[in-house]
Structures are given as C-alpha cells and as structure tokens.
C-alpha cells in the first residue's frame, strides 16, 4: 500500500477534486497522509491565477523532492493544464494532468513510470458538465459541491477560462442526487460551487438556471442549510432575491464580485456591469434580507488605475452594505490582455492601495458583526477552539461554549460580544 500526500491550491473548485481524488485513492487501498510527511507520491492540484500561483506550485514541486528524493510527483490543476511542458522540465516531475485527467487519478498513478509523461486534453473541446463522484468530505461540516464548470466570460485579467474550458453544467438531477447524498452522509451545510456558478444550466437541454436550481432544491433535499457561492451581480434578478427573502435552507449569503468600484476601470476589466448596477443589486438584498452577508472581490492597482479612479473606488466600498471585502494586489499573469496593457502600475502604489482596501474590509467586517451583539443566531458548530467554533447562517464565525457534542449540530446561539468580525456566544438551547 504506497502512501499518498495531495495539496490543494486555489478555489473551492479544487478543493472538492481534491477531495474526490482522496477518497477515489483511499478506496483503492492507498494510504493518504499529510503533505508534510513522507509519501510515495504527492499530488499538487495547482492554481494558475496568478504568476505567483505558479511560483508557488513550484515550490511545492521542490518541497516534495526534498521529503523523499524516490517519489513520484504528479502535478495536476490549472497550472498543469495551462503549463504542462514547463512543469515537465522540472526536476522531480513523473507525471502531469489536465483538469478533466484528474478522473482518472487512480489508474494513471498506478501506471506512473519513470520516465516523465503528460496526459493533458485540450478542455476546450470538453461540452458536457460532470461532477466529480464524490461520497463524503472528510475532516468538513460542511460539504462542497461542484454544480458547475469552466467559465464563457472573458475578464482582461483572467486566465482561467482558458484552464477550465467552457461552461458547462451537471443536470439538475445529479445535482440533487448530489446533495442528498451529503445529508445522508450527515452533512447540515452544502455549500454549491462552480467557476461561473450563475451560469448554471444555460448549456444544459433543455436550458434551466440556478435559481430554479435552488427553488428544487429547497422542495425536495432535506438539508438543512444551502449556501451558494460566488455569483455575479448581472445574476442576481429581482426573482432571486424574491425566493432568498423567503427560502428556509438557502443561507443568507452572498459573494457579489465588484473587481473595482470605478467605471472607467471596469470597463478596462471587461466586467460588463457598472456601479450603479452593484449597488442596485447588493442595496435590494439588503432590504429584502435582513442581516444578509454581502462580500465581493477587489482587485487593488489594475493597469491605468489612477489615484483618481482608487479614490472612486475606496468611496463606492464605502458606501454599499458589504461586510467583507476580498482584496488581491494585481499581478501581471501571463497570457491575459491586462499583462501587457499600458499603465501597469508600480508594485509599490498596488501594495499601498491593497492594505487600505484590507483596513476597510476589517473596518467593514467589525461594523457588521456588530450589528448582531444581543441577536440569537444559528450556529453550526465546526470545530475546536478556545471553545467551540461554528459559522453563523450569515457567514459570521462565532466562538460557542458547550462540549465536543456540539460539533457538526446548528445550535442558537445569543450573541454576546464581538471581537473584530469575529462573535461570542452562549447556546440558549
């Protein structure tokens, strides 16, 4: 029995192959153990987003060499679908694969020989939307679920269309079937990912989407909580807020990507929505949803970004009900228009305006959390602590006291403390 290590980069896409692959290995008789040990073989399921993604797939390449000299290293992920001939040339490497290869992981490892190989199909040939099998999420309470992949939109600044292929989705059926199959497993929380999650169902015969997606999936899965993932803000109709104000499981959370709070920058981004947009969206499921959680990404320092235009940015932040902001400095990546437009901003001004976009978010964050001192909220509780810590239905972390039988239970609990973002409570159940 060979000892398998796998570390995950990038999106929760990856981490529920990751997962996938786990389990399909650990049937076979694999032994699975952390990376940091010593391992047979070791799996990187890479990120390709940015340069420095890259870079530091390569350092995992390198780390594993060093833990054991005789294993084999399979690199597979993005970075291995966009790159596989540079990944090749590097020592240490036996085997890459694409994204639609990580399938077959089990069999290609057991075949892997000596002598460095790529198994790596053009994906954007691949039409048909699969999920990857996947019967439990070890070591989570909460379970992700891949409805979706591969992304049809063309941001200046993105590469991953080009690792992911076109969207396509799974069929409602499988879906379901999907989410049953974690709360038969025990799971309260599913939480339904995809690359373009609402671009859900426009490739599938006939044509669905996700929200009706949703409105199936409140009828007939008995689960207990429903979060969705990241969604833009051009997929958010009327008709969705509308059944997120009356939903049970569907948790009141959204991630609403801005990438910049300045017109003229997104225009250069191709984002295909303006401000005005975002702010109608993310103001009317603040009305309509009570104490919902809105976040979005921000991307600090694109090409052409004037302090101007930073400024615009940081006030609209300002003034939209959002309580967290993901921040990414910009980094020239490769193969996307943004990399060689005019204007690339100096590494120094990019990290300036990405920390004050970061002392927003906590700034933000705080004034949400909050808002919450003396409410009753329902908790999953997740893991250990200084107490025990669970996640909110708004996507607030809120440290709990009781024993380890609270674990993976939604309890209410009374808010009686905020600490930053974070809440304090007491079960009153």
């Not at 460095?116 to 994906?123: G, N, Q, T, Y």
């Not at 049953?180 to 669905?208: C, S, W």
Request: include cysteine; hydrophobic fraction near 40%; charged fraction near 20%.
């Amino acid at each position: 029995m060979k000892k398998i290590a796998i570390t995950t980069l990038g999106c929760k896409i990856n981490q529920f192959e990751s997962a996938a692959m786990t389990e399909a290995l650990g049937q076979e008789g694999f032994v699975i153990v952390p990376f940091s040990e010593a391992a047979d073989v070791y799996v990187i399921n890479s990120c390709t987003v940015t340069a420095k993604t890259d870079a530091e797939s390569r350092r995992l390449i390198r780390r594993a060499g060093r833990q054991n000299p005789d294993a084999k290293v399979v690199v597979t992920g993005c970075y291995a679908q966009m790159s596989s001939s540079e990944i090749l040339e590097l020592p240490g490497v036996h085997l890459v694969l694409g994204n639609s290869e990580k399938r077959d992981i089990v069999s290609l490892i057991k075949e892997v020989e000596d002598t460095p190989k790529a198994v790596v199909s053009d994906i954007m040939q691949v039409r048909s939307g699969e999920s990857a099998p996947l019967e439990s999420f070890a070591e989570h309470t909460r379970a992700f679920l891949q409805v979706q992949n591969g992304c049809d939109a063309r941001c200046a600044y993105c590469i991953v269309p080009y690792a992911r292929g076109a969207s396509r989705s799974v069929s409602p059926e499988e879906a379901l079937d999907g989410m049953a199959g974690f709360v038969a497993q025990g799971f309260k929380e599913v939480v339904l990912t995809g690359i373009h999650l609402g671009g859900y169902g426009l490739d599938l015969n006939p044509a669905t989407d996700l929200l009706n997606l949703l409105k199936m999936a409140e009828e007939r899965v008995p689960v207990q909580r429903l979060r969705v993932g990241s969604i833009e803000p051009t997929e958010v109709p009327p008709e969705m807020i509308a059944f997120l104000a009356q939903s049970q499981k569907v948790c009141p959370h959204l991630h609403l990507p801005l990438q910049s709070g300045s017109d003229g920058v997104l225009a250069r981004m191709n984002r295909g929505y303006t401000t005005a947009l975002f702010r109608e969206v993310a103001e009317a499921l603040a009305l309509a949803v009570p104490g919902i959680c809105l976040g979005t990404d921000i991307i600090a320092g694109f090409p052409g970004e004037t302090e101007a235009e930073f400024e615009e940015t940081y006030r609209f932040l300002e003034g939209v009900p959002l309580a967290y902001l993901h921040v990414f400095p910009f980094s020239q990546r490769p193969g996307t228009p943004a990399a060689t437009m005019p204007g690339q901003v100096h590494s120094r001004i990019v990290k300036e305006r990405a920390e004050a976009l970061r002392r927003l978010s906590e700034a933000k964050s705080a004034a949400y959390a909050q808002g919450f001192l003396g409410q009753t909220l329902k908790v999953l509780v997740q893991k250990d602590a200084d107490g025990r810590k669970g996640l909110s239905r708004n996507y607030l972390p809120v440290l709990v006291n009781g024993g380890s039988d609270l674990v993976n239970r939604e309890v209410s609990v009374l808010i009686t403390e905020a600490k930053g973002g974070e809440l304090v409570g007491n079960v009153v159940e």
